[in-house]
């Protein structure tokens, strides 16, 4: 299994510290997401990682499959960079060179054979969408279009590891889609990605797991049910539309492991202490009552509401 | 009003918030005035290398080399002819060669001929050597002129004194030919009292003839009578008469005597008598004659004296004056315009004089090429830093001597075809050039990417295009100023103008000029050629060096470029 991992990294610009002893792992087939406000040091995480910057302390250790042995990325970067595809918020890409001349150009660069890269190429154009306007200047495409021909051009050379920095910035909804969809399937044939991004509901949607960083520190990370799982009891409601029985269902909840009860008039909201048992609990005990409601609904707290609790 | 003033406040602030531009834009043309300022605030003396030629080094030409060298100049003497020098401009060591004769004496009406070779091609250098070493020259040339009327002055003044003595013995001679004139005038007067008129006697000379014929014909009568008693056997009567008539003979010779010496006043002796006493008169006459002629002879002697002395003294004056005459003669420069103008100064191009394209085309190669491949470089490094794939490029498998290589290549391309262009368009006006173009393409190529690599070293120095630009500008200014098209390197000052001579432009334009005017073979410019490869390579690994140096800061530049935010982040 392949991995990355930072090891106490810091970043300083002109002594100002930008991320602050960022500790965190990157397995194979990961797609982590990396959120935070504005400057708060995410794409410097981003770039450090992907070994573009360097960190002032602490290190990025890549292990192979094939060595056998961690590396340290930013000593190592020569050899595996190869290995790294990076697409940046902007476009990285020669606007004056076609669709087809800019992945053929760095894939050439890449060394990979004529046929391959051929091959490959088209593979792409048509994996991305981009087929039919592989003769177009990039200059000429759309902001959704560019982005693909940058991840098009990051993927040509097959790496294992993809990062992106704001990958869906400036598009408009169905093209941030279209992208988060290209994202997702690029991880489905085994790259490892790693997104920086402030739009907390694609990563929500897109990625497995998070890293939440504030003020260069990263406040959570792991999993993003691990990340949600301190904030569920805080979080967790349990929305119940109630009819002619809300009395009834009032006096059962309160046999319930539930912490507070809103009475919402047509709806109770339920906080429970222990959300698994509570709902569970809730669900038999209604049906084995009888009573009758309408819609029962579980509001678990969202990315949006643990990235605020964790950012304010 | 108030909006324009806003505006304009709002661009100087932007202006100079923008370090490197404020930087460039405000000091650059300050700091290309003050390099160019102390670069020329000078008054040494041009620093012309001067090579003097002459068969030999005489005093003259020595003194020659001392007046130049008085003056700072270095002069370097050749002795072998004036070829090696002629070289030497050439290659660019010395700047004029002055051929001079083994003296600069004036020994007759000719001057004396120096000749200047010079390079016209570098024009404003020609006149520098004009200027400097046309003054010396004149000094010089004043020199042998003064030396010539001195000459002519110091044997006027020598005839002067001869005469001055001339004038003494001028007049001890009018003295005596005044006293000779004199004795003259009192011989004269001598001569003139002297009577030596005589008055003959009214004498019957009838008488005498009388007496004669008498006397001749009693002598012929004797003569016959003896003639005829010798001849015949005369009887005594026959002797008789033959006595008879001799008898009558000596009666007739009687008479005659009587005649001659009678007691008559008419005979002979009377009349001798009276001659006597006439002759008497007349002898002292003449005695008294011989008196004056003898004290004129006197007189006449002294003046003889006079007259010799005097012819002495002509002889002596006449002598002086050949001598004056000799002196006068002595100084063979007799023209006033050889005096005035001793020395003649020729002027001699060491290379066929084309026009003026011809030799400005060297400059204006490198010129183009210089500024070409500064903008290039500078443009293209730029292009490729603020290239949105700048960061891509990072992550690609290719090592960055690669990518300043590529850079580079462009570049050589770019400026192969610039040079292709020149050179095509330059056949048409410059027909007797053809076998230099190869090694002229060659020089370009190499001048081409030094200043490559300089226009790249500025664009990875600078962070906007604009100001990079005018860096590059501002570094191809200062160099067409410190490369003597301009002014003339030689008017720097000597610590200037040490390091100026390291500029690539001087160089190669040195190497183009030798090429292309003197057809030069690369043979003899190798030095200057591997000097120029030296720089591209060092420059070259300078590159490397600062790409390396700048890494970091690219990226970081990069990341605030690109990701405001990211610089928004920093600025919190």
Same mark, same amino acid.
């Given at each position: 299994m392949e991995f990355i991992q930072a090891q106490g990294v810091s970043k300083e610009y002109a002594k100002k510290a930008v991320l602050r002893d960022v500790n965190l792992q990157i397995e194979e087939g990961d797609m982590l997401g990396i959120i935070g406000q504005s400057g708060s040091g995410k794409t410097t995480l981003l770039n450090i990682l992907s070994g573009f910057v360097e960190p002032t302390n602490g290190q990025v250790v890549y292990y192979s499959k094939v060595d056998q042995r961690p590396k340290d990325l930013h000593g190592n970067f020569s050899k595996i960079k190869q290995h790294i595809g990076f697409t940046p918020q902007h476009s990285s890409i020669y606007p004056k060179l076609s669709v087809k001349e800019n992945i053929l150009h760095f894939g050439q660069l890449y060394n990979i054979p004529k046929d391959t890269l051929i091959a490959n190429a088209k593979a792409l154009l048509q994996f991305t969408g981009l087929y039919n306007d592989k %003769?177009? !200047? $990039? %200059?000429? !495409?759309s902001g959704g279009m560019r982005k693909r021909l940058d991840i098009s051009c990051s993927l040509i050379h097959k790496p294992k590891l993809l990062f992106l920095d704001e990958?869906? $910035?400036? !598009?408009d909804p169905v093209m941030e889609k279209e992208v988060l969809r290209l994202i997702q399937e690029v991880n489905k044939q085994g790259v490892t990605v790693i997104i920086a991004s402030h739009h907390l509901e694609n990563i929500e949607n897109t990625c497995n797991k998070l890293a939440i960083i504030k003020e260069g520190k990263v406040q959570s990370y792991g999993d993003i049910d691990d990340v949600r799982k301190p904030f569920l009891k805080q979080n967790l409601t349990i929305n119940i539309k109630t009819g002619k029985d809300k009395e009834k269902i009032i006096a059962l909840v309160k046999k319930l492991p539930v912490s507070k009860i809103v009475d919402q008039g047509n709806q109770l909201v339920l906080y429970p202490s222990d959300d698994e048992k509570a709902l569970a609990q809730l669900i038999t005990r209604i049906k084995e009552e009888g009573l009758s409601m309408s819609d029962v609904d579980i509001h678990k707290p969202s990315l949006r509401d643990i990235f605020t609790k964790l950012t304010q | 009003m108030n909006t324009l003033w806003l505006l304009t406040k709002k661009n100087l602030q932007i202006l100079i918030r923008a370090k490197s531009s404020a930087l460039i834009v405000i000091f650059a043309p300050l700091l290309l005035i003050l390099l160019l300022g102390l670069s020329y605030n000078t008054h040494e003396q041009y620093a012309l290398r001067i090579g003097v030629s002459a068969p030999s080094l005489t005093n003259d030409v020595l003194a020659f080399t001392n007046l130049l060298e008085e003056q700072n100049f270095t002069v370097i003497k050749y002795e072998q002819g004036v070829d090696p020098c002629l070289l030497d401009i050439k290659s660019g060591y010395v700047h004029t060669c002055i051929e001079l004769p083994t003296s600069l004496t004036i020994e007759d009406n000719n001057p004396k001929e120096i000749i200047f070779h010079i390079d016209p091609t570098r024009i404003n250098l020609v006149w520098m050597i004009q200027q400097s070493v046309g003054s010396k020259f004149s000094l010089r040339e004043q020199e042998v002129s003064q030396q010539l009327t001195q000459s002519i002055l110091d044997r006027i003044n020598q005839s002067s004194t001869s005469l001055m003595q001339e004038s003494t013995q001028i007049n001890l001679l009018k003295d005596k030919t005044t006293s000779a004139s004199s004795s003259a005038q009192h011989a004269q007067q001598s001569l003139k009292t002297l009577d030596l008129t005589f008055t003959p006697p009214a004498h019957d000379l009838q008488v005498i003839d009388n007496t004669k014929a008498q006397l001749v014909a009693s002598a012929s009568a004797i003569a016959q009578a003896s003639t005829e008693v010798t001849k015949f056997n005369l009887t005594g009567a026959q002797r008789i008469k033959i006595n008879t008539l001799l008898t009558e003979a000596n009666t007739a010779v009687n008479t005659s005597i009587d005649l001659i010496d009678g007691s008559q006043t008419s005979t002979i002796r009377g009349l001798i008598e009276i001659f006597q006493q006439d002759l008497a008169n007349a002898t002292q006459k003449m005695n008294s004659a011989s008196l004056k002629v003898q004290d004129s002879a006197s007189t006449l002697d002294d003046t003889k004296t006079s007259i010799q002395e005097t012819t002495d003294s002509l002889q002596t004056v006449v002598g002086d004056l050949d001598k004056i005459q000799q002196v006068l003669n002595s100084g063979k420069v007799t023209q006033a315009n050889t005096i005035a103008a001793p020395l003649r100064t020729r002027i001699e191009p060491i290379s066929s004089q084309g026009t003026y394209l011809n030799s400005l085309f060297p400059s204006i190669l490198i010129l183009v090429v210089m500024f070409s491949s500064l903008a290039l470089g500078t443009t293209l490094v730029m292009i490729e830093k603020n290239s949105p794939a700048f960061m891509r490029n990072f992550f690609l498998p290719v090592h960055k001597v690669t990518f300043i290589t590529s850079i580079y290549f462009t570049n050589l391309i770019l400026n192969i075809i610039q040079i292709a262009i020149i050179l095509g368009i330059a056949l048409f006006f410059l027909t007797d050039s053809y076998a230099a173009f190869p090694a002229v393409a060659l020089i370009l190529f190499i001048t081409g990417s030094v200043f490559t690599f300089v226009g790249m070293i500025i664009g990875y120095m600078f962070n906007s295009e604009e100001t990079a630009i005018l860096a590059s500008i501002s570094m191809g200014s200062l160099s067409l100023f410190v490369s003597g098209i301009l002014l003339p390197i030689e008017a720097l000052s000597s610590t200037v103008r040490s390091i100026v001579s390291l500029n690539p432009f001087v160089i190669a334009e040195k190497l183009l000029r030798e090429i292309f005017i003197f057809s030069s073979p690369l043979s003899s410019i190798w030095f200057d050629l591997v000097i120029l490869i030296s720089y591209a390579l060092l420059l070259f690994l300078v590159i490397l060096l600062i790409e390396s140096f700048f890494h970091q800061h690219l990226v970081d530049r990069f990341m605030r470029h690109h990701h405001p935010k990211h610089k928004e982040g920093e600025k919190k």
């Open positions: %003769e177009k !200047l $990039a %200059e000429q !495409l990958p869906t $910035a400036n !598009l | -």
